[in-house]
């Protein structure tokens, strides 16, 4: 008959392997390195990283920290950032700051979808509302003429004088085309930090107010300013450029060259808002391709471009800006 024999050694390496198991279990992980991670540690299935990080300042990647662009999954328009740095305990966070953020993050959308809806209710059409307080955005996409302009001032006092709003607000007309090309009803907290590109070209002009009841429209109409660095504003300054040639042509020594596009000045009037100041300048001789940046000009052809009528006038000769 055979026996079970013990082995002294086979039990030892058994009893071995089940503690460095059992002990195992409470190894500490390593902690996170990346905003994911650390996120979805601390808030399970509730946000997404759109961006890990937004932040292209030289010392700042040097020195490891970083912006990040988060959404709530479950409303993703619901957007903040939040600061981190990847060599910091936890990144540098802490949950009560994240949630700060999000608290903040979720009100302005509120008051975004609110504003929206009374702008709505006022008649105002293909536009798109953003809080970031205390700051109300108004984008409309349409064109800009003087009587557009005065019908939608006029629908957007009269709902920000029906309800208490934040008191800062930007207006900003856009090209029409550009309509639903990024967001939807509501402009996104992170569109302003990812499509600053976008947004200059579009934005046709503005009108930045502190929202006061007592103001009136007519009073408003005088402040809308435009944006030369837009596609539109390209195309003025063009318009004021074929215009500044055909009076230097009758005005200036020949033969000489009038640069249309480097080391061009502008500049919006301080009296008129829908007007620029262009300054080109011109050669005895268009410089070389690798040389423009470093010959000096004669001198400008200055002028106003009032963007409304098409004209460039006050047009002069001038030594320097």
Same mark, same amino acid.
């Given at each position: ?85 990847? &060599? ?184 008129? @808002? ?9 050669? &005895? ?13 004669? @001198? ?22």
């Amino acid at each position: 008959m055979m026996m079970n024999c013990f082995k002294p050694a086979s039990f030892f390496i058994f009893c071995s392997l089940a503690m460095f198991s059992f002990f195992g279990c409470f190894k500490k992980k390593p902690a996170p390195d990346n905003i994911e991670t650390w996120l979805e540690i601390q808030f399970p299935g509730q946000f997404e990283v759109l961006h890990s990080n937004l932040n292209f300042n030289v010392m700042d990647m040097y020195r490891g920290k970083k912006t990040a662009l988060v959404a709530e999954k479950s409303d993703p328009e619901v957007q903040f950032v939040l600061f981190w740095k990847k &060599d910091s305990p936890d990144l540098g966070l802490t949950n009560e700051e994240v949630q700060t953020a999000f608290e903040t993050a979720k009100n302005d959308v509120a008051q975004a979808r609110d504003l929206f809806k009374l702008l709505k209710n006022k008649g105002l059409e293909n536009f798109s509302v953003g809080v970031i307080e205390p700051a109300a955005y108004i984008l409309i996409f349409t064109e800009p003429d003087a009587a557009t302009r005065g019908q939608v001032l006029t629908k957007i006092k009269s709902a920000l004088d029906a309800k208490n709003t934040p008191t800062s607000i930007w207006i900003e007309m856009m090209e029409p085309s550009a309509y639903g090309q990024k967001f939807g009803d509501i402009i996104p907290h992170g569109h302003w930090k990812t499509e600053t590109g976008w947004q200059e070209q579009e934005k046709i002009m503005s009108l930045n107010l502190e929202y006061r009841k007592e103001v009136s429209v007519a009073t408003l109409m005088a402040h809308w300013e435009v944006n030369p660095m837009s596609r539109r504003g390209a195309a003025d300054r063009e318009d004021a450029y074929r215009q500044a040639k055909i009076w230097a042509e009758k005005n200036l020594p020949q033969p000489f060259y009038l640069e249309p596009n480097q080391m061009v000045g502008f500049e919006t009037d301080e009296k008129d @808002g829908l007007a620029v100041h262009y300054h080109f300048p011109y050669f &005895d001789a268009q410089p070389n391709e690798n040389d423009s940046g470093l010959v000096e000009p004669k @001198g400008y052809v200055s002028g106003l471009y009032h963007t409304e009528k098409k004209t460039f006038s006050a047009i002069k000769k001038q030594k320097d800006l």
